[in-house]
Antibody
Framework: QVQMQESGPGLVKSSETLSLICTVS??????????WVWIRQPPGKGLEWLGT???????YYNASLKSRLTISVDTSPNQLSLRLSSATLADTAVYFC??????????????WGQGIQVTVSS | IQMTQSPSSLSASVGDRVTITCRAS??????LNWYQQKPGTAPKLLLY???TLQSGVPSRFSGSGSGTEFTLTISSLQPEDFATYYC??????????FGQGTRLEIK
């Protein structure tokens, strides 16, 4: 059973880089048949897709964040990372990593980490 | 692709039948998923492909629709169903988007 755990600083200063790690067990990110995503949720608001590390090794980013966002994989340990540069107060959110599950040709996300609260301070 | 859910919030009683609507700004076929989220927890996948129930999800949940209009129906509300529900389109997997959410509250 795949499991994910997000980790990283809970407090980041404005203009600095927000860096998070998703540690995965039960699947190998780099050789997985599934896509991996980062999704965030600002306080009291809805879900926002940030980006995808695909099963083919490609990365796709939300256009609104593309210039600031980097998603990468460290194979040892088995971790998915997120780096968001020039953080602003608007980046304050709970950040989730998630993995695709079998959805008969479509994409859907049945495996999620518990999420990590990140606050950007001025 | 923009996803618009209605209503934004809904009050209902245990045993009620409720329907939530999700509209896409362009046709997405059936690349539509529904998630349930309770406070302080990660979203839980309920249905995918617009109408296929994820394993382990109670059969009182159902989904329908294709193209631009979709619905999530709960046939008989249970106490554990009070939560926020999100639709998600993955027609363009390069740009995944969610609806703004529907908060289902106890009347």
């Amino acid at each position: 059973q795949v499991q994910m755990q997000e980790s990283g600083p809970g407090l980041v200063k404005s203009s600095e880089t927000l860096s998070l790690i998703c540690t995965v067990s039960g699947d190998s990110i780099s050789s997985s048949s599934y896509d991996w995503v980062w999704i965030r949720q600002p306080p009291g608001k809805g879900l926002e897709w940030l980006g995808t590390f695909s099963s083919s090794g490609d990365t796709y980013y939300n256009a609104s964040l593309k210039s600031r966002l980097t998603i990468s994989v460290d194979t040892s340990p088995n971790q998915l990372s997120l780096r968001l540069s020039s953080a602003t107060l608007a980046d304050t959110a709970v950040y989730f990593c998630a993995r695709e599950t079998d959805c008969r040709g479509g994409a859907c996300y049945g495996h999620w980490g518990q999420g990590i609260q990140v606050t950007v301070s001025s | 692709i923009q996803m618009t859910q209605s209503p934004s919030s809904l009050s209902a009683s245990v045993g009620d039948r409720v329907t939530i609507t999700c509209r896409a700004s362009q046709s997405i076929g059936t690349f539509l998923n529904w998630y349930q989220q309770k406070p302080g927890t990660a979203p839980k996948l309920l249905l995918y492909g617009a109408s296929t129930l994820q394993s382990g999800v109670p059969s009182r949940f159902s989904g329908s629709g294709s193209g631009t209009e979709f619905t999530l129906t709960i046939s008989s509300l249970q106490p554990e169903d009070f939560a926020t529900y999100y639709c998600q389109q993955t027609y363009t997997s390069l740009s995944i988007t969610f609806g703004q959410g529907t908060r289902l509250e106890i009347k």
